[in-house]
């Protein structure tokens, strides 16, 4: 893989996580510029509804791009995505607020949101395709870890810069925020001509499309699909509980007295982004199952601590950072062991549609169904169960996941 190939990629990937995380870190700022004057709790819930209901548009995203992927190339998907996703982060800096146009303001805010996940489908999932195809058998792990690592680069930047969005006297700069992200992604598309396609989809271009209809493509593959959603889904959720809602919720709604509670997004992002590169490292070295399980058990253990602790009013920090840390070491290689499941004609297709829907099913919806169990039962060890909750479902997708000879044939 060449120099200027890789580095656009991992730049194009930390850039689009800055504008995923921005959006979701921003949650009360957004909530108090875009949703009707109410209690902060409900305002909150509001906007984790919108937070979920946006993602209904990813998997048309994942279909059409997909399509356009596994057809033209995985570039020609990840350049059209670029430009929407840029343009659409531009547009959410520049929306009038709620007091100012109503309810259109929500309804552009949720339209704009739409159009972006719609468009991460083609180039998030289009780039870590590209970097598996393009990566030496012996370091695609390491490469995904890489792209991982990217990702939290971004999403650190977006933890900054909300940071000192929602600790200033200056109203607008949370919209200077997303401009950045729609500057730099239009910046990205200029280095377009640097990407060059693998030579494994070149070859499999040279023999046609495979023009199945998709709906038949998923009937023949439905247990390796139904593996992949969950998979995505349940690792979505795991960081979306950890990340997104986590912090927001000790601080602004369960009120934690912990004096490191607001740095809590900016600890966890840092421990994600080196662990995933280590993760890439050692699953390129061992058997990548094994590491898989062994993560897992530990994270199962360290939730089941903190849930205890919780029960007897303590907060740890540090049952989060380990939980963050041991999620690395069973989400880049099941990244790649997903990816394996699918033939290369259909590969972007499905994958990304996988992604797309376990979004919906469990990514995205953890925040607002976590949220709801707290207003419900006001309870710190019953919010965390949701998460103990994605562990196991994880937990058992990949014990039948290891027990099928197709979803290991990479590694054989």
């Not at 393009?134 to 995904?144: D, V």
């Not at 493509?217 to 997104?244: C, E, P, R, S």
Request: glycine share 6%; hydrophobic share 50%; aromatic share 14%.
């Amino acid at each position: 893989m060449s120099n200027s190939a890789f580095l656009i990629a991992f730049f194009v990937a930390i850039i689009r996580y800055y504008d995923y995380a921005l959006f979701g870190l921003s949650a009360h700022i957004l909530a108090q510029n875009f949703l009707p004057n109410s209690t902060y709790s409900t305002q909150l819930l509001g906007f984790f509804a919108l937070l979920s209901a946006s993602v209904i548009m990813r998997p048309l995203g994942s279909i059409v791009f997909g399509y356009i992927g596994d057809k033209y190339g995985r570039t020609k998907s990840i350049k059209i995505s670029m430009f929407i996703s840029s343009i659409s982060t531009g547009l959410i800096a520049i929306t009038p607020s709620f007091d100012k146009i109503g309810i259109l303001a929500t309804i552009m805010l949720t339209f704009c949101r739409m159009i972006f996940l719609a468009s991460l489908a083609g180039e998030v999932d289009g780039i870590k395709i590209y970097v598996a195809e393009k990566m030496k058998n012996s370091r695609r792990n390491l490469g995904l870890g890489i792209v991982a690592s990217c990702t939290q680069i971004g999403a650190l930047l977006a933890a900054i810069a909300y940071y000192y969005a929602s600790n200033t006297n200056i109203a607008y700069l949370w919209r200077f925020n997303f401009l950045i992200g729609a500057v730099f992604g239009l910046f990205a598309i200029l280095m377009r001509n640097y990407f060059k396609e693998s030579s494994e989809f070149l070859y499999h271009k040279s023999k046609q499309l495979d023009k199945t209809p998709i709906l038949q493509i998923l009937k023949d593959t439905k247990i390796q699909f139904a593996l992949a959603l969950l998979i995505n889904g349940t690792i979505g959720g795991i960081y979306h509980f950890l990340v997104i809602f986590l912090g927001v919720f000790l601080t602004k709604i369960a009120l934690v007295n912990h004096p490191n509670t607001q740095f809590i997004n900016i600890t966890l992002i840092i421990t994600y982004g080196v662990s995933v590169i280590f993760a890439g490292l050692l699953a390129d070295k061992i058997n990548p199952f094994k590491q898989i399980i062994s993560a897992l058990l530990l994270s199962l253990l360290t939730a089941c601590t903190m849930q205890v602790l919780l029960y007897r009013q303590v907060f740890s920090l540090l049952c989060p950072i380990l939980l963050i840390g041991l999620a690395a070491f069973y989400a880049v290689p099941l990244q790649l062991i997903v990816q394996s499941l699918f033939k290369t004609s259909v590969k972007m297709r499905l994958y990304s549609l996988s992604h797309s829907l376990g979004s919906i099913v469990l990514s995205s919806s953890t925040p607002f169904f976590s949220l709801l169990l707290w207003q419900h039962f006001k309870s710190l060890p019953i919010t965390l169960s949701y998460f103990t909750c994605l562990l196991v479902i994880l937990t058992g997708a990949v014990l039948v996941l290891g027990k099928r000879k197709h979803a290991i044939f990479y590694y054989l």
